[in-house]
């Protein structure tokens, strides 16, 4: 039997503030999926997406899927 777990990983707010838009920091978002990986998650699938943040301002998102045997 398998569990699922959905991540959503996006950059804060005040970066898009300063610089018009957020990308992910590829430092953070491996940090991210290595501390889930030693819980015993994996990656199954992932999405990026762009978000509107208020009017004028866009973050990049990724959606994670991970999946790990139930415990």
């Not at 898009?16 to 699938?45: C, M």
Request: proline share 1%; charged share 30%; glycine share 2%.
């Amino acid at each position: 039997m398998k569990e699922y777990k959905v991540v959503i990983y996006q950059e804060n707010a005040f970066s898009s503030f300063l610089f018009g838009a957020a990308n992910v920091n590829p430092v953070r978002f491996s940090q991210l999926l290595n501390k889930n990986a030693e819980a015993g998650w994996r990656v199954v699938t992932m999405e990026r997406e762009i978000r509107r943040l208020f009017l004028f301002w866009k973050r990049e998102a990724h959606i994670v899927i991970l999946e790990r045997d139930r415990i």
